[in-house]
């Protein structure tokens, strides 16, 4: 039966009338409203955020308020405009290198001027919409960056540790280091010790207690208790000094060699908008992996522009540069903010906090500050990435990248780095293996790489050994074959096949037609009396293509005479006695059928038949319940992405979600809620309606009195949609953007968000929810634009989010 069947013409005025009844409300001004979480998170984020800008503004060599200012700007501009919601921008450790060099160079206004220079530039690449492509850069060079500056950040900041200056590079400062370590600085070294172990130790404390007093940063713990032991003690150590803002320093007029400041402001644009995109992507997986309400994921060329805004206003006031901060951001959404208010109203404490708190930030020592950001340096170095790397065997790329910026800079490494990178592509794709041998009668070439024009000569001397007038298997085990390589290997088969041999292509590249169709619709070809032609073999049809948009239809036979089990030969029935039913075929619709089944056996089983293998060993453990209407239009993998063992999938009429014990005669699906949520132990349940769905129009033409057939009794438990629906009282199910097309639409999308209301009140999934190891989702799936829609609650509204192809490439 069609799953979503088209409904008869219902009356024009009816309709109408239907329309008008079920208009959305007036809408009157919203009240701007802070969620408690977001309240919680703020202060949280305000008090790591307190010491890493001063810490950070101390590393740099810039006066001391411009690591406030560049925080209370990230918070309120980039927290306002840019288009991550819980991504908090400051003053970033990953720009401290970069900010030094600058104003060694060239003075603290021209490096205010260049801020603004690169917020400009940031401007513009927002406007070009050019953010994802800051993320094709390989994370081995972004991370190898990353470390770069890192251990130039900890070695720097060791001086201080120990009482005494940091000289201006890496080098410089390693071989001051003897020096150092023989004139110590007491009180200095037990100040950055004491700080040192309660940066380490406070997130570790043990038992209920501890478990409560975790939920202080360590940061502002360590800052803090270091700053009371100095003061207690009677230490005299240099501590943080914070001018008069009448004197403080504003943005001057660039001044230097043109060369060199526009490589500053594409150095300064490069790390700001590098960090802040990725750190972007990283909160999107945080958000999306822990449990309560769904936050929007973020457009990243609004996150850029948001960023370029926060850099001109910070570097017009004489801040920092900014850029997303890794450390801020995690925190904010590990304390739970559900907004961008926890961002901008860190912000707004920041600026209360640089009003009023000087008198007690001045009792910081600069030993201790320098030890926070000592520990974020080499916290900066990650043996999570290193393993990473060298898992995906770019480790090269990576060293190389690090040791260029410790040597040379933040620019010139990471051009080092591209170029290693691009090397080593240069050299995976021209490293190809070709090898041959014998198995039972039978020559198998494997080629194992890219086949390109270089490996022709080698790809040549193999299939020349293969003998005229045996069976060979050519397997391509890579991802890439050139027209050069395609040539060699198509004469090859077509000379190898003529002359008696038989050819089988196997692997990766097995779905690639070798053979050109003159060659397979010769009719004085052998094919045989045991098989006919495998027509599969000549399909080019992009993957989803319909059986009725296929171009690959081959010209039928003539009867062949295949061998059947009581050892008679008999001829096979052609597709007109098929259809005629004078044959045993299936018809053409049975053909068509048949036509996928072969495909998916030659192109599609040997690639997942380990992955099969492995789940009829292990059993399926699906994560996600996907329910939703069994309409042809729907392919839950397609829309999905998903593979085998993903989802477990029920298909109904409409979507619907029978209320437990309701009177349908059919616990189908109540019994695979169970199955799902009991056994299988899902964490997820998604409904999913779709656009034009014939059994909303039917449910909206249906009359009460008509006859009740069993597809009328089913949607019996779409009736309460439609009393949503007309419910004046309850706001309206919406897509984001636009208003529902027509009241067909509006039908779907509150039918999505009545569904999810009956799956509470199924006991099992009331009693996952309770535990807090299930979610429900609502989807929508527009057919005509190939569009989904995620349900999201803004306030009391239900509003349907775009999800965009940009949120799922990170």
């Given amino acids: 039966m069609s799953a979503c069947v088209p409904a008869r013409a219902a009356d024009p005025s009816r309709t109408q009338r239907i329309h008008q009844s079920h208009s959305p409300p007036p809408t009157g001004p919203r009240r701007f409203r802070i969620a408690g979480a977001d309240l919680s998170a703020s202060i949280t984020v305000f008090l790591i955020a307190l010491p890493l800008s001063l810490g950070i503004a101390l590393a740099t060599g810039a006066p001391l308020q411009a690591g406030l200012v560049a925080a209370a700007v990230g918070g309120l501009v980039a927290g306002r405009l840019g288009g991550s919601p819980l991504q908090v921008s400051g003053p970033a450790a990953g720009l401290t ?7 060694q160079r060239y003075g603290w206004r021209t490096t205010c001027a260049i801020t603004i220079l690169a917020g400009l530039a940031q401007l513009g690449l927002g406007c070009l919409r050019v953010a994802r492509t800051a993320l094709a850069v390989s994370p081995a060079i972004v991370h190898g960056m990353l470390a770069g500056i890192g251990i ?59 478990s409560v007093l975790r939920g202080i940063p360590a940061a502002l713990i360590a800052v803090a208790g270091a ?5 207690l003690a009677g230490l005299r150590l240099p501590k943080v000094d914070l001018p008069s803002w009448s004197n403080h320093a504003l943005a001057g007029l660039p001044e230097g060699p043109v060369l060199g400041l ?74 739970g903010a559900v907004s961008r208010n926890s961002t901008m109203l860190h912000g707004v404490l920041v600026v209360a906090a640089t009003l009023l708190m000087v008198p007690v930030l001045e009792f910081i020592p600069l030993a201790s500050l320098a030890a926070l950001v000592m520990a974020i340096g080499i916290q900066m170095v990650s043996l999570h990435h290193i393993r ?15 040791l260029g910026v410790v040597s040379f800079g933040v620019l010139e490494g990471v051009a080092l780095g591209i170029a290693v990178a691009v090397g080593v592509a240069l050299h995976r794709l021209t490293r190809t293996r070709i090898t041959h041998d014998e198995r039972e009668g039978v020559h198998h070439v494997h080629v194992r790489g890219q086949l390109t024009f270089l490996a022709v000569p080698r790809l040549s001397r193999a299939l020349h050994l293969v003998p005229q007038g045996t069976d060979a298997v050519v397997e391509l085990d890579g991802s890439f074959m050139d027209h050069a390589a395609y040539e060699t290997l198509q004469d090859w088969q077509n000379t190898h096949t003529a002359r008696g041999g038989t050819v089988r292509i196997t692997g990766r590249r097995a779905a690639l037609r070798i053979a050109e169709p003159a060659a397979l619709h010769d009719p004085g070809a052998p094919w045989g009396t045991d098989e006919a032609p495998d027509t599969t073999a000549d399909c080019r049809c992009r993957p989803w293509t319909p059986w ?20 008679t030969a008999r001829p096979e029935p052609t597709d007109s006695e098929s259809e005629s039913g004078t044959g045993t075929g299936t018809g053409t619709g049975g053909h068509e059928l048949l036509r996928g089944i072969s495909a998916f056996q030659r192109n599609t089983a040997p690639l997942v038949r380990g992955e099969l293998a492995r789940l009829a060993r292990e059993g399926q453990r699906p994560s996600q319940l996907f329910l939703t209407c069994a309409d042809s239009r729907l392919v839950t993998s397609m829309i999905t992405s998903s593979g085998p063992g993903d989802l477990f ?42 656009s034009g769905c014939g059994a909303v129009q039917a449910l909206l033409g249906s009359e009460p009195e008509s006859a009740q057939t069993p597809l009328k009794r089913w949607l019996r438990h779409g009736l309460p949609s439609l009393e949503r629906m007309a419910d004046d009282g309850r ?3 919406r897509l984001a953007g636009r208003a529902p097309a027509d009241t067909v639409e509006q039908l779907c999308l509150t039918n999505v968000v009545q569904q999810l209301e009956h799956l509470r009140a199924h006991d099992s999934v009331a009693r996952a929810l309770r535990e807090g190891r299930l979610e429900l989702h609502g989807m929508y799936f527009h057919v005509g634009e190939a569009q989904a829609y995620l349900l999201t609650e803004d306030g009391g509204d239900r509003v349907f989010d775009r999800v965009r192809a940009a949120e799922l490439s990170a």
Avoid: F
């Fill in 152 to 210: 130039t950040i900890a070695v720097a900041q060791l001086h201080i540790v120990l009482g005494g200056t940091p000289q201006s590079s890496v080098p410089d400062n390693l071989l001051a280091l003897p020096a150092q370590l023989a004139d110590l600085h007491p009180a200095a070294v037990s100040v950055s010790a004491l700080t040192l172990v309660l940066l380490l130790c406070w997130p570790r404390l043990p038992g209920r207690a501890g």
């Fill in 548 to 567: 009725r948009n296929h171009q690959c239809e081959l010209p039928q036979p003539a009867p062949s005479t295949a061998r059947h089990r009581d050892g």
């Fill in 97 to 103: 290198v970069v900010t030094a060099d600058l104003i």
């Fill in 649 to 690: 999938v029920v298909r109904n009429v409409g979507n619907l979600v029978p209320l437990p014990g309701a009177e349908s005669g059919d616990d189908s699906v109540a019994a695979a809620i169970e199955y799902a949520v009991d056994v299988l132990r899902v964490r997820s349940i998604t409904v999913c309606g779709h």
């Fill in 262 to 335: 526009i490589a500053a402001v594409l150095t300064t644009t490069l790390v700001c908008s590098v960090q802040s995109l990725l750190g972007a992507v990283a909160v999107d997986k945080m958000a999306a992996a822990r449990p309560g309400p769904h936050v929007p994921r973020s457009d990243l060329d609004r996150e850029l522009l948001g960023q370029g805004a926060a850099n001109i206003v910070s570097g017009a006031l004489g801040g920092l540069p900014v850029a997303g901060v890794a450390v801020r951001s995690t925190a904010n959404v590990r304390a």
């Fill in 388 to 402: 990473t790397v060298t898992r995906h065997r770019e480790v090269l790329v990576y060293a190389v990248t690090t």
């Fill in 227 to 231: 700053s009371a032991a100095a003061a």
């Fill in 731 to 733: 706001p309206r199910a």
